[in-house]
């Protein structure tokens, strides 16, 4: 596998993510930033955080596959919440869990989150990117 997650010492354990991604890949894959919208463009989850992530997660998925890649290759994650509150964290958690995206550590690659003032559409509260490294 090209990715090495790393946590260095002297830097804060984070549950959900590792600090650092070591990627030895040649093949870079860059996943533009996806919403809660089904394959016919409708939205999923309207008001639903959780709903929402779990949708653009599995968009995200979908993305990577299509090029052969999966989430052990994602080596960062960019992340826009609507109107963004650290109350909010369980709920993008569970949307995450929801959509089953894992990596063979069990956390996130390294992840930057952004709270943003609206997206695309209105109904749309979460945006998600990924950068992959393949072999």
């Known amino acids: ?6 946590d260095p010492d002297g830097l804060p354990k984070i549950d959900l993510y590792h600090q650092v991604a070591v990627a030895t890949g040649t093949r870079h894959v860059h996943v533009a930033g996806q919403v809660a919208s089904d394959a016919t ?13 779990a949708q653009a997660m599995r968009n995200v998925v979908t993305a990577l596959a299509a090029v052969g890649a999966t989430p052990d290759d994602v080596v960062r994650l960019t992340v826009y919440v609507v109107g963004w509150t650290p109350d909010k964290m369980p709920a993008l958690v569970d949307g995450l869990t ?10 996130l690659p390294p992840a930057s989150m952004f709270g943003v003032e609206t997206l695309d559409v209105p109904e749309h509260l979460v945006e998600i990117e990924a950068t992959a490294i393949m072999d």
């Open 98 to 107: 929801r959509a089953g995206f894992t990596t063979g550590s069990g956390a």
């Open 41 to 53: 463009g409708a939205t999923v989850g309207i008001g639903d955080l959780a709903a929402q992530t």
């Open 1 to 6: 596998m090209p990715i090495t997650l790393v």
